[in-house]
């Protein structure tokens, strides 16, 4: 189990939607890489902080009807892929909206939720999600 302080500090790409750039051939990466896979060496040193476009819109998704125990509350439950404005793909659930109202397409914005909550310590662990951008 992790502390609060270990979660916020060893994990910013569950907290914030902050990636990198290749400073050698442009392309964004989601999460942060050190090393971009298409430049290989000529990117070492030249891989900057970037941060994703918190709007983007629907590119894909799923309706899931039958949950496991931790999601049994939600159900049924929206899960999908968000293309961003700057063409970086994000998965996370979609909430604020009936998921049978869902379209590919529909614009959509990143917001910080409570995914779960740790045992008895209650530890809350936060990630983001898409909400509709009405």
């Known amino acids: 189990m992790a502390s609060v302080a270990r979660e916020w500090r060893e994990i910013p790409g569950r907290y914030n939607t902050v990636g990198t750039k290749c400073g050698a051939c442009g ?11 298409k430049c290989r060496r000529a990117s070492v040193g030249k891989m900057e902080r970037y941060d994703i476009s918190e709007e ?27 293309k ?28 910080l939720r409570k995914i779960y909550e740790d045992g008895e310590s ?9 909400v509709p951008k009405w």
């Open 27 to 37: 392309k964004i990466y989601f999460p942060a890489r050190s090393l971009c896979p």
């Open 56 to 82: 983007g819109e629907v590119y894909t998704f799923s309706v899931v009807h039958d949950a496991p125990d931790a999601n049994m509350r939600m159900k049924p439950y929206a899960v999908g892929m968000v």
């Open 84 to 111: 961003t404005t700057d063409g970086v793909l994000l998965t996370g659930q979609i909430v604020d909206i009936d998921p049978h109202r869902i379209e590919i397409g529909m614009p959509v914005r990143t917001v």
């Open 122 to 130: 209650g530890v809350i662990h936060y990630g983001f999600k898409f």
